[in-house]
C-alpha cells in the first residue's frame, strides 16, 4: 500500500495517515519520473515547515487537499521509474521530500551529481528546496553517514550559515552570541561552529529538563535556563539567535540589554505553541527579523562560487561527524504508523539526545 503523512495546516497535532494511488497506477506525464521515498529524518525543524508553511510556502511543495498539508522532511529516494527524463533507473537521491511513499519530480538540469525538480507549482519557490544531489561517495555522500545526512545536514547547513552570516557582519559588533533552544540541533551546529572557529562567548538558553545535556556537549560557554534569563550580565553587546520562537523569552531578552542587544534573528519555532506575545517591533535593542538561510547561501554562492561553499561547508561538516555521535543517537522507525507516532513525539517535544529516522 502507499500512504503518506499528513497534517491539519492550522493545528498540527491533528495527523493522519493517507491512502495514495498505487505506483503503477500512475501515468506519468512526459519529461516526469518516480522516485520511490527509502527513508528520511525527522526533527523540530520539519514542526517549523509546519508552523511557516504560509508564511514562507512549505506547503506548497506537495500541496494536500482542504485543510490538509504535508510537511516536507529530508531523506533518500530511490528512482523507481525514470520516464521520458534522464534519471537513470535505481539511482539513489537525497533531497526534499513529502512524508510519502513516493514523489512524482520533472526532472531539469540533470548532471552525474544531480538535477532539479522543475515542477511547475515549484517554480516560484527557493531554489535550494528544489535541488536533489546523487547519494554516491563520490558525491560527498560517504557510506554510513546517509542517516546522519537526513537527520542533522540541513540543520548543520543553517548553523553553518548562521555562523557565515555572522562573521560576515562582524557579529554586528557583539562580543556574545546568546542562543535559544540550546539542546535543538539547529542551535548545537551553530555552537559547536563558534566553539571552534570563532573568537566570542556562546552563550546557551535552555529548559531545566535539558540543562545537563547542552552543559555536557561541552561548546557552550555558559548555559542558562529560561528562568535565569535576568541572571546574565547586561554590560555587554550581544547577538541573540532565536532558535526557540518564544516571543516572551524573546522580550526578557531585548528588555534585559536593551540597546545591547546589537543582533536579533529569527531562525526557528522550536516552541511553536508560544508565539503570541509583546510585538517584537516595539521592543529595544536591534529590530528582531526572520533569518532565511537561502538568502545568504545565494550570497556566497555569487561571492565564491558554488564549488567554493560546497567545499567549505563539507569541511565543517566533517569536522562535526566526529562529535555528533557522542552527544545524540539514531533511532529507527518503520512503516506508517510508526511514523505517525514519531511525527507526534517530535511534535511534543522529544529528548535532544534523540534522533529519529523513519524507514518506508
Known sequence: MSYCLEVVRQDLTQSRISTLPGERDLQLAPGEALI???????TANNIT?????????????????AEWGRIPV???GTVIDPGTSDLNPDAVYYGYFPMASYLTVKPE????????????????????????????????FAEGTLDHRMVFFPL???????????????????????????????????????HHHRDCKVIGLTSRTNKAFVESMGIYDQVVTYDDIESLHSDTNIAFIDMA????????????????????SGVGI??????????PATLPGARHTMFFAPDQIQKRNKEWGPETYQHKMNDAWGQFL????QWVSISHYEGAEAMNQAYQEVLSGAAPNKGYVIVL
Open 322 to 325: 566526529e562529535s555528533v555521535d
Open 245 to 264: 520562537g518564544n516571543s516572551s523569552v524573546t522580550a526578557r531578552v531585548h528588555h534585559h540589554f536593551d540597546r545591547r542587544c546589537v543582533c536579533s
Open 109 to 140: 538540469h540533470v548532471t552525474e551529481r544531480g538535477f532539479t525538480d522543475g515542477a511547475s507549482h515549484r517554480a516560484q519557490l527557493p531554489p535550494v528546496y528544489n535541488q536533489y544531489q546523487l547519494a554516491t561517495p563520490e558525491n560527498g
Open 156 to 194: 548543520f547547513a543553517t548553523g553553518f550559515v548562521l555562523d557565515d552570516y555572522l562573521d560576515d557582519n562582524a557579529f554586528f559588533g557583539a562580543d556574545a552570541v546568546i542562543i535559544s533552544s540550546a539542546s535543538s540541533k539547529t542551535s548545537f551546529s551553530l555552537a559547536f561552529l563558534l
Open 74 to 76: 529530508w531523506g533518500t
Open 49 to 65: 515547515y509546519g508552523v511557516a508553511g504560509d508564511i514562507i510556502g512549505y506547503w506548497q511543495f506537495f500541496p494536500a487537499e
Open 36 to 42: 520511490r521515498v527509502d527513508r528520511f529524518g525527522l
Open 270 to 279: 522550536t516552541h511553536w505553541e508560544s508565539r503570541d506575545g509583546e510585538n
